[in-house]
């Protein structure tokens, strides 16, 4: 409210229900306009459910793709135009 009040936009993601059986993330815009005597505020909500639930996915894979590359021994080798182990 303050940024508002001070003229700024504001852009927050929170979470609601997250102490129930299941979650919504929502983002929210807003920004306070100022106009000869009139003051007012506007903005607008959006469901982000599906972008925050591919990033925990997105997530989740590079941590198990960071966890195999970490893992794995490396063989490097070299071959000449013939096919043949330098």
Do not use: C
């Amino acid at each position: 409210m303050e940024r508002l009040s001070n003229g700024l936009r504001v852009d927050v993601e929170y979470r609601v229900n997250e102490e129930q059986d299941f979650e919504r993330w929502v983002w929210v815009g807003a920004s306070h306009l100022r106009r000869r005597d009139l003051t007012r505020s506007v903005g607008f909500a959006r469901d982000i459910i599906d972008q925050k639930t591919l990033e925990k996915r997105l997530r989740e894979r590079n941590e198990r793709l960071s966890a195999l590359t970490v893992n794995v021994p490396v063989i490097l080798f070299e071959l000449d135009s013939e096919g043949v182990f330098v």
